[in-house]
T-cell receptor, first 112, second 118 residues
Framework: GESVGLHLPTLSVQEGDNSIINCAYSNSASDYFIWYKQESGKGPQFIIDIRSNMDKRQGQRVTVLLNKTVKHLSLQIAATQPGDSAVYFCAENLSAGNKLTFGGGTRVLVKP | GAVVSQHPSWVICKSGTSVKIECRSLDFQATTMFWYRQFPKQSLMLMATSNEGSKATYEQGVEKDKFLINHASLTLSTLTVTSAHPEDSSFYIC??????????????FGPGTRLTVT
């Protein structure tokens, strides 16, 4: 089934601390995963992606971890800044269908 | 690079009227564009896949006669909400997939269009 969120869980984090956002995906056949950041009233912004043949990928201040055994994806943000306050979505892609299915989203609030 | 625009950014219309939303890839060609709908505090839900020069593919539960999609060129797709009703009020977001490039499954999202039906 699809990962659809009716509520937005919120993660409050102190500025400078690390943030960890979790996502459970639904389709074990999905082979490409993406994290997006969405600020209020804007479209999703690409953060980082990972393919199913990897379990970890690092970017600038962000790390994505993939655990295919339990169908779990996480996004780690190092030294969280006020500008990181937004809603974060994971998305899974099944290449055969080439459509993105979005997870429910997590709101990150950075406290000064 | 890889900029997607939407027009208008917001629109208010009366119940029963039709509204057209444009999605443009500004600096790349996109054979495939996607239309999503997002209700407040919810995730993005795919409505349809728009392919240049062919009919759109709609997701289950999305009325194709109500949400008309036209992908007339490699840089433009339009979504027309026909006979809009208040329950159609939502944030509509398009994305465009690069026709050629390092990753064919890479999508770029537009800034969204806020539709309010009164």
């Amino acid at each position: 089934g699809e990962s659809v969120g009716l509520h937005l869980p919120t993660l409050s984090v102190q500025e400078g601390d690390n943030s960890i956002i979790n996502c459970a995906y639904s389709n074990s056949a999905s082979d490409y995963f993406i994290w997006y950041k969405q600020e209020s009233g804007k479209g999703p912004q690409f953060i980082i992606d990972i393919r199913s043949n990897m379990d970890k990928r690092q970017g600038q201040r962000v790390t994505v971890l993939l655990n295919k055994t339990v169908k779990h994806l996480s996004l780690q943000i190092a030294a969280t800044q006020p500008g990181d306050s937004a809603v974060y979505f994971c998305a899974e892609n099944l290449s055969a269908g080439n459509k993105l299915t979005f997870g429910g989203g997590t709101r990150v609030l950075v406290k000064p | 690079g890889a900029v997607v625009s939407q027009h208008p950014s917001w629109v208010i219309c009366k119940s029963g009227t039709s509204v057209k939303i444009e999605c443009r890839s500004l600096d790349f060609q996109a054979t495939t564009m996607f239309w999503y709908r997002q209700f407040p505090k919810q995730s993005l839900m795919l409505m349809a896949t728009s392919n240049e020069g062919s009919k759109a593919t709609y997701e289950q539960g999305v009325e194709k006669d109500k949400f008309l999609i036209n992908h007339a060129s490699l840089t433009l797709s339009t979504l027309t909400v026909t006979s809009a009703h208040p329950e159609d009020s939502s944030f509509y977001i398009c994305s465009a997939r690069v026709s050629s490039g390092r990753r064919i499954d890479e999508q770029y999202f537009g800034p969204g269009t806020r539709l309010t039906v009164t």
